[in-house]
Every structure is written in C-alpha cells, then in structure tokens.
C-alpha cells in the first residue's frame, strides 16, 4: 500500500519553462512533507520541505505547495534549467496514533528538461 | 565536510554470507535511517535510529539488523542474504526533523548490493 504516490514516472519540459512535479498522500498524519533530488550513483540530496502548518514555502526557484484537503503537493521550479534534469522524490513524515513513525518516499519522477 | 560515508559502494557475495554495511555521519545527527531504491518502488526504510542505542523497524526490515552503539555509526547487518536483498542501499542522518523548516536528510552515496 503506497501511501506517498508520484503518478508520472517521467517528465519532459523545455528549458526556461516551469516544471510541475505531483505528489499525493493518503494519511493525514503525516505533518512534514520533503522534496529530494537524485542523480545518477548520487544519494538524494534534500531541496525544500515544508510543515503542515504552511501552504506554500520558496526557495529561490523552487516552489512548494501543499493542499491538505486534497492530500497534495507540487513542486514548481521556475524558471526550469538542464541542470535540473533528474529523479525527483517527494517524502512525508509523521507520528501516528500508534506511537510509530513513519518517513516514506515515493516513487521518484524523472525530470528531464530540454535545452 | 560534512558528509554521510557509506562503505563499501559496491558489493557482490553469495548467498548465506554474512555482510556488514557500513554508515558514519559527522555531523553530530541524533537521526539515521536505512533505505533500499529498488526499480518502482521508490527509497523504502529499512530501519531507523532517533538516538544512540534507539532503534525501530521501518517498513522493510525483514532480514536486516541495525545496531546505534555511538552516534556516529549506524551499520546495516545481512545476517543471512538472500537475491531478494539485491538493491541499492542508501543511509542518511538529519537532526530531529521535526518542526524544523528547510531541513532534510542527508544521504551517502548509496551501496550498489548482489546476492549470487
């Protein structure tokens, strides 16, 4: 049961363009949501994060949004640059009812923008 | 610099062989987590530690072990491996992350694992 979901394993944009990455959630108690990127034989590295207090955090030309009610998050980065091509995770964390707690990725989205 | 070091980046053994992986941080983090990439699936947690000597299962622990003895070091132990254990193995460390904006993991280089 994936309960962080990335829809679009891959994605193609044009450079100077804006790039939009999804992310759903199934559980409400996740109250700390991350975006990481990967590259190739590279472990991820951290990019933006955001509480669930917030709706929107922005970090030069990377862009958080998160919609509580729909369980959502975007990542937007504008404008988007070659250097931006890669996997992009997002994560989600919590500590839930039962004492556990939980940090789960998903699936990643291949970023690839065209020069 | 502050950095995740993961030992060793690649390795291939055989079934039943006992490995070690090992994980040190320099960066005087209390977290450190285990994670596996495998195709369409994503990093999973393997295990996680909050503290010295404060483990917890994540959502795939079987046939790991983990051990916190000091703070700086969070091995990964294959007791008996098996081909499923094939994967690529990643260990990161963060301070508490909790209510901390703009903070996240920081990861090794991953270790690149086949079990023959």
């Known amino acids: 049961d994936q309960q962080v979901k990335q829809n679009s394993p891959s994605l193609s944009v044009q450079e100077g363009r804006i790039s939009i990455l999804n992310c759903d959630y199934t559980?409400?108690?996740?109250?700390?949501f991350l975006w990481y990127k990967k590259y190739p034989a590279e472990g991820p590295t951290f990019l933006i994060s955001?509480?669930?207090?917030?709706d929107k955090n922005e970090d030069g030309r990377f862009t958080v949004f998160l919609n509580k009610s729909a369980k959502h998050l975007s990542l937007h980065i504008v404008p988007s640059q070659p250097g931006d091509s890669a996997v992009y995770f997002c994560?989600?964390?919590?500590?839930?009812?039962?004492?556990?707690?939980?940090?789960?990725f998903g699936t990643g989205t291949r970023l690839k923008v065209l020069a | 610099e502050a950095q995740v070091t993961q030992n060793p980046r690649y390795l291939i053994t055989v079934t039943g062989k006992k490995l070690t992986v090992t994980c040190s941080q320099n960066m005087n983090h209390e977290y450190m987590s285990w994670y596996r990439q495998d195709p369409g699936l994503g990093l999973r947690q393997i295990y996680y530690s909050m503290n010295v000597e404060v483990t917890d299962k994540g959502d795939v622990p079987e046939g790991y072990k983990v051990s916190r003895k000091e703070k700086r070091n969070f091995p990964l132990i294959l007791e008996s491996p098996s081909p499923n254990q094939t994967s690529l193995y990643f260990c990161?460390?963060?301070?508490?992350?909790?209510?901390?904006?703009?903070?996240?993991?920081?990861f090794g280089s991953g270790t690149r694992l086949t079990v023959v």
């Open positions: 559980n409400s108690m996740f109250d700390y």
């Open positions: 955001i509480s669930s207090i917030k």
């Open positions: 990161a460390s963060s301070f508490k992350l909790q209510g901390r904006d703009n903070y996240g993991y920081t």
């Open positions: 994560a989600a964390e919590g500590f839930f009812t039962s004492g556990t707690y939980k940090y789960i």
